[in-house]
């Protein structure tokens, strides 16, 4: 807000105008807290990381700088009131309109499903309550406030920052009017490079939040003991806090499930948790990335036990959404558990064959050591025991029930069983004796085979049908381009027979959900501005020239995530709309002061170059301010960075080329396209006769 501030009075050089305009931030701010309480949203890193304090005073800064100019320029005997009134009509369409495009398109983000719903609809909201009350305050209470504290004979000099930007733009945008099919051939050229540029970044569902802990869901033999388990964490624990003493705070394991079953897991299975120390003490990495990796390796001497690293939030979401402990899960659905395990096992060596994969594992569904027994017919038939006999022998080993004991309000089943002895050892239950019809006492072997088995240890369905999956985290490349590769490999290298099917899950599946409504969505809203740009001018022509700075915005925006070496991401998809609201703002004051000027007599072409002096400082302004309010977001590195990052990455470098292509092609579009002082006179001509015909029935009706 500060820095925002400081732009706003160095580009205003009035001190009075500086502090009216800056005065919209607290009460915007104000306004959207109130609105946020009154829908129940809590301030949160995601509802207020997003709010851009430039985008706020966009709509205040043309309003107060029309002002200040109109009282500098005027020279007629007008009060100070008049002149603030003629100057806030002026501006008054394209600063509401302008505030109201950026409202909608935020309308994308609202209809988010899933996770990434809960993270960006309050974001959403919250932005959208502060433009708002943006807006209002821009029609009310700036001009109140500008007639009451600007002087009636305000100085409009010209600012530092007004003779660098006369320097730096008018040889270009004089270029650019003398040349116009070359300038537009130019920008041509950049969009269709940035858009081949855009192609090549990689996509992910949202950036990693770095929680401060790491989890490491460690899986052994399904057969392992309570006992051999505790042992197991103990020595992953003291390795660990041995190897990374710098690196590791505290650290503690979690095995089996818990006395309350919200996470049930078996004895194979313990969670291991790692609370890091703060990140400028670490000594053998400098990222968590790279700490991660210098643990798998230690975690990899570990004979028979597979490690799956992530943290403690993103673990229990993938959980509870897809079931799934890493960041992609390759789900085979199949009828026969024996062909699921070797397809399974083939998909699984074909994925640790891609770069970038990392803690690719199956999931467990075999190794439970089963003993089973077959009772042999003809031996039953030759000493004459019912096959029940020997059948109710065996269970009593777990447990048979033979009646209930009854008490005032509460039963009891009454149970028998064998032993311990005999159902700790298989050898013993072999020895068991079963009488026969003569009364004689045979062995259990003597009467039914018993042999040591694997069975599965866990079978997992989705919708009702059997499962299993191979997950993967992925490191050093994006999610997108990774799971193409490996859809490409599996579908060549990998057979499969009728009735056996693969489905993507993890992170991936999110991703592709949020893509396929924003694809919808966004094209939607897109057309809905381009509707309202159509009321405000009632020119296509004007309303295309306009949204092209859409178009120009996107240039920046995917050359920044470019730069930075970022993927694009739910959270630069917010960005994106955010920035296609923003980045005709600019247009819309250009083009209305185009407009005004030829309505008032000018040809096109000296009305194009009278309003790009008088709009420089405005557009340069509100591109300025909209793009620093988001730099300190931008080279943030704090806890919360990482998703915040790629949104103001994408608006920062999206309003600063939009400024630029803005100022440059608009103008020519202008020349080449917008209409001229013939057609304006004839709309006005029309609108006069409208109005006429609409009074006249009026008057009738009276």
Known sequence: ALLVIAVLFAFLGNFRAGLIVASAIPLSMLFAVTMMERVGIAGSLMSLGAIDFGLVVDSSVVMVENCVRHLAHDRSDRTKLD?????????????????????????????????????????????????????????????????????????????????????????????????????????????????????????????????????????RLASVSLEESFEYGGRIEAVLKESFPDEIDQIWSRTGTAEVATDPMGFEVSDVYVSLKPRPAWKKAKTQDELVAAMAEVTEKFPGMRAVYSQPIELRINEMVAGIRADLGIKLFGDDLGVLKDKAAEIERVVKAIPGAADVSTEQITGLPVLRIEVDRDALSRYGVPARQVLDTITAAG???????????????????????????????????????????????????????????????????????????IRGRDMGSFVREAQEKIAREVKLDTGYYLDWGGQFENMQRAEKRLFIVVPLALSLILSLLYLTFKSVRDALMIFSGVLFARVGGVFGLWVMGLPFTISAGVGFVALAGASMLEGLILVSAIRDRIAH????????????????????????????????????????????????????????????????????????????????????????????????QEAVAI
Not at 156 to 181: C, S, V
Not at 669 to 683: A, I, K, N, S, V
């Open 399 to 473: 447990g048979l029930k033979v009646g209930e004991i009854q008490e005032p309000g509460r039963r009891f089943p009454l149970a028998i069983r064998l032993p311990h002895s005999y159902r700790d050892d298989p050898k013993a239950l072999e020895r068991i004796l079963i009488p026969t019809a003569s009364g004689q006492r045979l062995p259990l072997t003597r009467l039914a085979r018993v042999e040591e088995t694997e069975g599965p240890s866990t079978i997992q369905r989705e919708w009702g049908q059997r499962r299993i999956v191979v997950q993967a985290n």
């Open 83 to 219: 002149i603030i009134r003629e100057a806030a009509v002026e501006v008054r369409k394209p600063t509401m309109f302008g505030e109201l495009i950026i409202m909608i398109v935020y309308l994308p983000v609202l209809t988010l499903q899933g996770i990434e719903g809960k993270l960006f609809r309050p974001m959403a909201l919250t932005v959208v309550f502060a433009l708002l009350g943006s807006m209002v305050l821009s029609l009310t209470l700036m001009p109140a406030l500008a007639s009451l504290g600007l002087k009636r004979k305000t100085s409009d000099k010209e600012t530092f920052i007004d003779r660098m930007a006369h320097r730096l733009f008018q040889p270009l945008l004089h270029a650019g009017l003398r040349y116009p099919k070359m300038t537009l051939l130019f920008v041509g050229v950049i969009t269709l490079a940035t858009t081949i540029l855009g192609f090549g970044l990689g996509s992910e569902f949202v950036p990693r939040l770095s929680e401060g802990t790491i989890v490491i869901n460690t899986i």
């Open 601 to 696: 007599g000018m040809q096109k072409q000296e009305a194009i170059e009278s309003a790009r002096l008088a709009r420089l400082r405005p557009v340069l302004m509100t591109g300025t301010v909209a793009a620093l309010g988001f730099l300190p977001m931008m080279l943030s590195t704090g806890i919360g960075a990482e998703v915040q990052r790629p949104l103001a990455t994408v608006v920062f470098f999206g309003m600063v080329c939009d400024t630029f292509l803005t100022m440059l092609a608009l103008p020519v579009l202008y020349l080449l396209f917008g209409e001229g002082p013939e057609q304006l006179r004839t709309e006005a001509v029309a609108h006069e006769d409208n109005g006429a015909v609409l009074a006249g």
